[in-house]
């Protein structure tokens, strides 16, 4: 139908011959009508027209009656959408590039307003590498770090804020200051870290606000990476621990002996948890929370699992006898049951093989005491990890294959083809000879340490 449209006619006009949509055309202007929808009861104005060049009509929506257009308000509207189409201009495509300017500008601004705290954030939920989510340790050093070391820089926005010059100053700086904490005894490690990590976050920030091209918004180059051109890391020394050949046996002894002569529960786990690192050299985390269902009596095996060791591989290491017999005390030890034992037991989480009463963790993560009296045997400061890196000169001493060491360290394999392809095989039964040698020289040191009729030589000079 056509007419000359009116409000009242606008809200007259029904569907003809039980239509669920009809058009009523304005008479007056060509192109421009107005179209109803009897399920919705909708009337909506539109223009239907011709672009100059174009082949083919164009219907644009210019909205409905009474939301808030009234005809003369339509008619106006469609009039000056005509005058655009007669002269060549799409009116579609100009309000998609003007929706696409605006979407483009606030792109722009939330990459110059972005802040360090924001990025972080995005980062440490969204950040995902080949095995999946960041680990809880690495969520919780990248927070603690950024928060204490960048706290200035937080809030504010990170283009302007992170620049190569504000590195270098903040980075001399907090080596310096580090350097100097504890009576010049800190350590330089802090200020390398912080830029490690903020490096990173510089890397997030560009690629999460970067065009649809690939181009980036902001950090075209890492300002870290700028950083480091003119001033390179803090030199760090390789940490080279480890018990000495000639205390390995006294330490393992007095471990034993700690164990069996403990006044508490938590000084037996203590001293059985550091037994086992030394050994099988697990690291600190992935022996710690070890939980019972990962060892195998019956089978003499232990399973490392994907998700908390450091390569992420699974691994099933054979126990040698001497572990067999801790880990075996441990699982079928009776507990002591009477009305003063249970006055005293504190509840702890029995999944674990290393429980522990702490309330972060239900496992053990700390065993000071034990690690100095073994610090007092073998003559010098040892740590976890100095266990590990003595397991390996065991493995050594017992003239164990460097392949079947690598393996049994869970080292990642190397590029070598045949140290990738030939020789990895890691089932429990190849590895058992290897894990009962390095076991059985520990023992032999041990019967050392404890005879007292051997007398010690030292060794010769040069």
Known sequence: MRAKLTNGSVEKFQCRDGREQDVLWDGEVKGFGMRYSARSETRTYFLQYRVKGAKQERSISIGRHNDPWRVDQARAKA????????????????????????????????????????????????????????????????????????????????????????????????????????????KKAAANMTFTYLRALCNHA????????????????????????????????????????????????????????????IDRTAADWVSTVLLTGMRLTESASLKRTQVDLERKTLRLLGDV???????????????????????????????????????????????????KKPFVSDARATLDAVSVVAGCHISMHDLRRTYEDVLRYAKVDPDVRRILLNHAAGDDVHQASYANDDSDDALRPSVEAAAQWIIEQAKIADSDNVIQFPAKAG
């Open 206 to 265: 560009r690629d999460l606000y970067e065009q649809e091209d690939g181009t980036p918004r902001i950090f075209v180059v890492n300002p870290v990476t700028r950083m480091i051109k003119v001033r390179k890391f803090n030199p760090e020394k390789a940490r080279k621990g480890r018990i000495p050949r000639d205390r390995i046996g006294a330490v393992h002894s007095m471990l034993r002996k700690r164990a069996e002569e403990a006044r508490t529960e």
């Open 309 to 359: 060791v450091k390569n992420h591989n699974d691994l099933i290491l054979p126990l040698s006898t001497e572990l067999h017999h801790i880990l075996n005390a441990r699982l079928t030890a009776q507990e002591e049951d009477s009305p003063a034992v249970r006055r005293r037991r504190r509840e702890r989480v029995q999944e674990y093989l290393f429980p522990s009463f702490g309330r």
């Open 79 to 186: 009039l000056e959408l005509k005058a655009q189409m007669v002269v060549g201009m799409d009116p579609v495509a100009e309000e998609q590039k003007r929706r696409d300017s605006q979407r483009e500008l606030a792109k722009v601004d939330a990459a110059q307003t972005a802040t360090l705290r924001e990025v972080m954030a995005h980062y440490l939920a969204h950040k995902q590498t080949k095995h999946g989510p960041l680990r809880p340790a690495t969520l919780r050093s990248m927070k603690e770090t950024i928060e204490r070391y960048l706290s200035a820089w937080l809030d504010e926005p990170m283009a302007a804020t992170v620049t190569r010059e504000a590195c270098l100053v903040r980075f001399i700086e907090l080596s310096e200051t580090e350097a100097n904490r504890a009576g010049g005894k800190g």
